[in-house]
Nanobody, 113 residues
Framework: QVQLVESGGGLVQAGGSLRLSCVAS???????AGWFRQGPGKEREFVAT??????YYTDSVKGRFTISRDNANNTVNLQMNSLKPEDTAVYYC?????????WGQGTQVTVSS
């Protein structure tokens, strides 16, 4: 059974950076992968996705966040720079497999002003 293990969350001051990683154990992946987030009192929202060729971002993170993948190590990363208090949320990675989408458990990111 595939499991996604996330790491890299934490507390950072506004303007700082964090790098989230998501490792798929038990299976290699070659389809789409990405990140969603859910802030306090908000619905889960799309952040970024990566295909084999392209990347897509929600407007609020363009120019600040960068998604990347390492297929050999079954990893998808999210580099987050110039963080803002409104980026505070639980971040969830996902990976699409032929059998469906698998989600990580979430990692907390807190940005203080």
């Amino acid at each position: 059974q595939v499991q996604l293990v996330e790491s890299g969350g934490g507390l950072v001051q506004a303007g700082g950076s964090l790098r989230l990683s998501c490792v798929a154990s038990g299976r290699t992946f070659s389809r789409n992968a990405g990140w969603f987030r859910q802030g306090p009192g908000k619905e889960r929202e799309f952040v970024a996705t990566i295909t084999q060729r392209d990347t897509y971002y929600t407007d609020s993170v363009k120019g600040r966040f960068t998604i990347s993948r390492d297929n050999a190590n079954n990893t998808v990363n999210l580099q987050m720079n110039s963080l803002k208090p409104e980026d505070t949320a639980v971040y969830y990675c996902y990976v699409d497999f032929s059998a469906g989408r698998v989600w990580g458990q979430g990692t907390q990111v807190t940005v203080s002003s």
